[in-house]
């Protein structure tokens, strides 16, 4: 599976950015993708998941802000992000598994996936 992710860029706080995640190479119909971020000099974390159900999981602190959402039929996963804040800024990934995997009903964390993309470059700076 090869994930490529695009959108990031830099804006003010309180705005927003859509980043998506252009995938290919499914062996499995089902499957549930994610998204992580990673600041410089902190752990990786995980942001939002979205499930074979295509129910969703989210951080608590991207909660009522992030939306994730998957158009299926063009195989690309994407990161509604609104009101960021300066403490969104971060490299953000796209990861994805295969199979069917039900909602966790918790943060998605970085050993639930196996595989990963490059990552996209966001700022929210004033």
């Known amino acids: 599976v090869q994930l490529a992710e695009s959108g990031g860029g830099s804006v003010q706080p309180g705005g927003s950015l859509r980043l998506s995640c252009a995938a290919s190479g499914w062996f499995y119909s089902s499957h549930c993708m994610g998204w992580f971020r990673q600041a410089p000099g902190k752990e990786r974390e995980g942001v939002a998941a979205?499930?074979?159900?295509?129910?969703?999981t989210y951080a608590d602190s991207v909660k009522g802000r992030f939306t994730i959402s998957e158009d299926k039929d063009k195989n690309t996963l994407y990161l509604q992000m609104d009101s960021l804040k300066p403490d969104d800024a971060a490299m953000y990934y796209c990861?994805?598994?295969?199979?069917?995997?039900?909602?966790?009903?918790?943060?998605?964390?970085?050993?639930?996936?196996?595989?990963w993309g490059q990552g996209t470059q966001v700022t929210v700076s004033s």
């Open positions: 990861a994805a598994r295969e199979g069917y995997t039900s909602n966790w009903g918790r943060a998605p964390r970085a050993n639930d996936f196996v595989y």
């Open positions: 979205i499930f074979s159900d295509g129910t969703t």
